[in-house]
T-cell receptor, first 113, second 116 residues
Framework: AQSVSQHNHHVILSEAASLELGCNYSYGGTVNLFWYVQYPGQHLQLLLKYFSGDPLVKGIKGFEAEFIKSKFSFNLRKPSVQWSDTAEYFCAVFYNQGGKLIFGQGTELSVKP | DAGITQSPRHKVTETGTPVTLRCHQTENHRYMYWYRQDPGHGLRLIHYSYGVKDTDKGEVSDGYSVSRSKTEDFLLTLESATSSQTSVYFC???????????????FGAGTRLSVL
């Protein structure tokens, strides 16, 4: 079955710490990969996406993600987090076979000032 | 924002009553989706539409129906609401065409539904 797994449910960091959120997905043919962010009380916003090419993708607000095909992973990183990064982060995978966007369970990030 | 309006934004209802949630888009996109968001489950697809009067079931469609009579509107109906349907409901849209841009979904602000 097509599935997406996020390793951490809740991450707590201090400002300026580095961030890495894990995301793994099950094999299912060709995929497109996404990270969405949901700030408290708001809707999901697209943070970054990967379709093809350079496996290191840069998104908004200093976030980046690396696609490692051999590990079926798409981890999100940021070198130095800010209090304003407090939000829930969702990894999502679009499986071209079946045409569905599958979400991970989400990771809640709390950044302490 | 992607030109998506969900209404109502908040609703409290009683078990057994019918509820209809509305998603309206101004982008003229072909594809529209309804998801529910629950803690520990991320977002799960309820139903989706690939055109006027063309809809299909998603992962968690039991207890829900949808209708799309116009390109811009996608309605989600809970025929007889149950407490297990207490959730936050998100509408999403994606572009038309055959390019990979159609694989990018944009989300509305959500509707928080409480069934008592």
């Amino acid at each position: 079955a097509q599935s997406v797994s996020q390793h951490n449910h809740h991450v707590i960091l201090s400002e300026a710490a580095s961030l890495e959120l894990g995301c793994n997905y099950s094999y299912g043919g060709t995929v497109n990969l996404f990270w969405y962010v949901q700030y408290p009380g708001q809707h999901l916003q697209l943070l970054l996406k990967y379709f093809s090419g350079d496996p290191l993708v840069k998104g908004i607000k200093g976030f980046e993600a690396e696609f490692i095909k051999s590990k079926f992973s798409f981890n999100l990183r940021k070198p130095s987090v800010q209090w304003s990064d407090t939000a829930e982060y969702f990894c999502a995978v679009f499986y071209n076979q079946g045409g569905k966007l599958i979400f991970g369970q989400g990771t809640e990030l709390s950044v302490k000032p | 924002d992607a030109g998506i309006t969900q209404s109502p934004r908040h609703k409290v209802t009683e078990t057994g009553t019918p509820v209809t949630l509305r998603c309206h888009q101004t982008e003229n996109h072909r594809y529209m989706y309804w998801y529910r968001q629950d803690p520990g489950h991320g977002l799960r697809l309820i139903h989706y539409s690939y055109g006027v009067k063309d809809t299909d079931k998603g992962e968690v469609s039991d207890g829900y129906s949808v209708s799309r009579s116009k390109t811009e509107d996608f309605l989600l109906t809970l025929e007889s609401a149950t407490s297990s349907q207490t959730s936050v409901y998100f509408c999403a849209i994606s572009e038309s065409g055959t390019g990979i841009a159609k694989n990018i979904q944009y989300f509305g602000a959500g509707t928080r539904l409480s069934v008592l």
